[in-house]
């Protein structure tokens, strides 16, 4: 099976822009969480999205936000982009949201 | 309530040795609890997980000793190579009994910058 995939790897952008970042996770794979990575916060979840439905939502502003599609896919959007937005952002993929959980590789977000 | 604790932060070991790192937790509820392995990269990869039903898990060179009374978990690298170096995280969930504020959410430790020395 194909692993998860997210593009795009690497984005630029300037405070006060929005981005959007793409997840397409495992063949069977229904759920999807969301994770930003910073050197000084660690690894922080954001929300999960199981059958296009927000199930959970970790503590961050509503600046972050994200909608799954019928195929699982999932998006995530950061408007009114800040520069400690700088982050990796993860997503990963379970079947169900409470089994195994695997990683893709990240888009990595520079804001300037 | 729902934070792990990793220790140490940073960690050198000669190849061939045994790298051991810690963590613990305060939520009762977790019942679910993997390490992941990160590459300079890459995205966080699932090593192994156990649950806490069992004091001790292996898959290869790598163990999970638990402690339920104490809330510790410790993951055990035997034989050391250099290819292991790399950040490692510990992890928490709740399965059995999830819902709304447990559903996708892994709860990680600080990490444990892992150098093993040739």
């Known amino acids: 099976k194909a692993g998860v995939t997210q593009t795009p790897r690497y984005l630029i952008k300037t405070r006060g822009q929005q981005v959007t970042l793409s997840c397409s996770p495992i063949s069977g794979h229904r759920s999807v969480s969301w994770y930003q990575q910073t050197p000084g916060q660690g690894l922080q979840f954001l929300f999960e999205y199981f059958s296009e439905t927000q199930r959970n939502k970790g503590n961050f502003p509503g600046r972050f936000s994200g909608r799954q599609f019928s195929n699982s896919r999932s998006e995530m959007n950061v408007s009114t982009l800040e520069l400690g937005d700088s982050a990796l952002y993860l997503c990963a993929s379970s079947f169900s949201g409470v089994h195994e959980q695997y990683f893709g590789p990240g888009t990595r977000l520079t804001v300037t | 309530q729902q934070q792990v604790k990793q220790s140490p932060q940073s960690l050198i070991v000669q190849k061939g040795g045994i790298s051991i790192i810690n963590c613990a937790y305060e939520n009762t509820a977790f019942d679910y609890f993997p390490w992941y392995q990160q590459f300079p990269g890459k995205g966080p990869a699932l090593l192994i997980a156990?649950?806490?039903?069992?004091s001790e898990k292996k898959e290869g060179r790598f163990t999970i000793s638990f402690n339920k009374s104490a809330k510790q978990f410790s993951l055990h690298i035997m034989d050391s190579q250099p290819g292991d170096s790399a950040t490692y995280f510990c992890?928490?969930?709740?399965?059995?009994?999830?819902?709304?504020?447990?559903?996708?959410?892994?709860?990680f430790g600080q990490g444990t910058i892992l150098t093993v020395h040739p």
């Open positions: 992890a928490a969930s709740i399965r059995a009994n999830a819902g709304g504020t447990s559903y996708g959410k892994l709860t």
């Open positions: 156990i649950r806490p039903d069992v």
